[in-house]
């Protein structure tokens, strides 16, 4: 079977649903600048719409994920691939995972430089099939095996990044942006159900600000940023990693559809509540569940998302 095509033996249904993120926080440029989150409204609405292209044709949960994700990659105001947060050595590591639920598999890369779509990478490495999660130097070896697209430094450099890491740097220490900061933080993310009932889930970021040399989050780890199962949902999550890590959000999540029996709103809210009253965690997530139910929660002021539930109409909030 050819990757990311449906099996024969399922009809297509007239009805899918597509999340997409563009990261959790304060968010406080956006309350005092409306062409700021009109601008961001109009990056997820051009993801989502990109999506529902490809699903309202017919194509797979998997290809919509990817491609959605590579839209906010792209767009320089989220913290994803070009325009990503700058370590301390004032350069771009970015991690992304991605999750087919038909068949459980996953593929991720974590502290890569140079990649313009990591999470095509994480697909790459997916439909490989030998591991589930490649780093570094490794992930960059198998890039060029896989002919992937790279880009100079300075491609995913902006002045808001230098910014922040000059902010950060003054405070010395590593930052999710804290209160005043301009950006959301954490990450994107793009999750759906396709017409033939099938889920998926992808994950993308740029980390934290100041964040240590080969520092990865919660991103490209399967069950903590991101997770598909058909039997349950898919989740994306975004935020402070090391909580969402420590949480196990995306798992706790599809854990709690399929022991108790819960649809996604339920779920969301049971995931948030604990990794409110467990860890003290910042970050939000999206999910959909196999029903093609959409839902989003979080711990932040702000999660920057969009979704079309039930091939209707595209909605955005900030």
């Given at each position: 079977?050819?990757?990311?095509?449906?099996?024969?033996?399922?009809?297509?249904?007239?009805?899918?649903?597509?999340?997409v993120?563009?990261?959790?926080?304060?968010?406080?440029?956006?309350?005092?600048?409306?062409?700021?989150?009109?601008?961001?409204?109009?990056?997820?609405?051009?993801?989502?719409e990109?999506?529902?292209?490809?699903?309202?044709?017919?194509?797979?949960?998997?290809?919509?994920?990817?491609?959605?994700?590579?839209?906010?990659?792209?767009?320089?105001?989220f913290?994803?691939?070009?325009g990503?947060?700058?370590?301390?050595?004032?350069?771009?590591?970015?991690?992304?995972?991605?999750?087919?639920?038909?068949?459980?598999?996953?593929?991720?890369?974590?502290?890569?430089?140079?990649?313009?779509?990591?999470?095509?990478?994480?697909?790459?490495?997916?439909?490989d099939?030998?591991?589930?999660?490649?780093?570094?130097?490794?992930?960059?070896?198998?890039?060029?095996?896989?002919?992937?697209?790279t880009?100079?430094?300075?491609?995913?450099?902006?002045?808001?990044?230098?910014?922040?890491?000059?902010?950060?740097?003054?405070r010395?220490?590593?930052?999710?942006?804290?209160?005043g900061?301009?950006?959301?933080?954490?990450?994107?993310?793009?999750?759906?159900?396709?017409?033939?009932?099938?889920?998926?889930?992808?994950?993308?970021?740029?980390?934290?600000?100041?964040?240590?040399?080969?520092?990865?989050?919660?991103?490209?780890?399967?069950?903590?940023?991101?997770?598909?199962?058909?039997?349950?949902?898919?989740?994306?999550?975004?935020?402070?990693?090391?909580?969402?890590?420590?949480?196990?959000?995306?798992?706790?999540?599809?854990?709690?559809?399929?022991?108790?029996?819960?649809?996604?709103?339920?779920?969301?809210?049971?995931?948030?509540?604990?990794?409110?009253?467990?860890?003290?965690?910042?970050?939000?997530?999206?999910?959909?569940?196999?029903h093609?139910?959409?839902?989003?929660g979080?711990?932040?002021?702000?999660?920057?998302?969009g979704w079309?539930?039930?091939?209707?109409?595209?909605?955005?909030?900030?």
């Amino acid at each position: 079977m050819a990757a990311g095509a449906p099996p024969a033996n399922r009809r297509p249904t007239p009805t899918y649903s597509l999340m997409v993120h563009g990261g959790a926080g304060t968010l406080s440029r956006a309350d005092r600048d409306p062409r700021f989150a009109a601008a961001l409204q109009e990056g997820i609405r051009a993801a989502l719409e990109l999506g529902r292209g490809i699903l309202a044709r017919g194509g797979s949960a998997i290809d919509t994920v990817e491609a959605c994700a590579a839209c906010l990659e792209d767009d320089a105001l989220f913290n994803a691939g070009r325009g990503s947060a700058l370590n301390e050595d004032g350069r771009v590591e970015c991690d992304a995972g991605i999750m087919d639920g038909r068949v459980l598999a996953a593929g991720a890369v974590a502290a890569v430089r140079g990649i313009a779509n990591p999470i095509r990478l994480a697909r790459k490495l997916m439909d490989d099939g030998e591991h589930v999660l490649l780093a570094g130097d490794g992930a960059l070896r198998f890039a060029q095996r896989c002919g992937i697209l790279t880009r100079p430094d300075g491609y995913f450099v902006t002045g808001v990044r230098q910014q922040e890491l000059q902010r950060a740097r003054a405070r010395g220490r590593s930052s999710g942006h804290p209160p005043g900061d301009p950006s959301p933080q954490g990450t994107i993310g793009a999750i759906a159900r396709d017409r033939y009932g099938h889920l998926a889930a992808a994950t993308s970021t740029g980390g934290t600000v100041n964040k240590r040399l080969g520092r990865v989050g919660d991103s490209p780890i399967v069950g903590a940023g991101f997770y598909a199962d058909d039997a349950t949902c898919a989740v994306s999550a975004t935020g402070h990693g090391e909580d969402l890590l420590r949480g196990l959000i995306a798992g706790t999540i599809a854990a709690a559809i399929e022991f108790r029996g819960l649809d996604a709103a339920a779920a969301v809210e049971f995931g948030i509540r604990r990794l409110r009253a467990r860890f003290a965690g910042q970050g939000g997530v999206i999910c959909i569940d196999a029903h093609g139910r959409c839902a989003a929660g979080t711990t932040t002021p702000h999660l920057v998302h969009g979704w079309i539930e039930h091939g209707g109409d595209a909605v955005c909030a900030l």
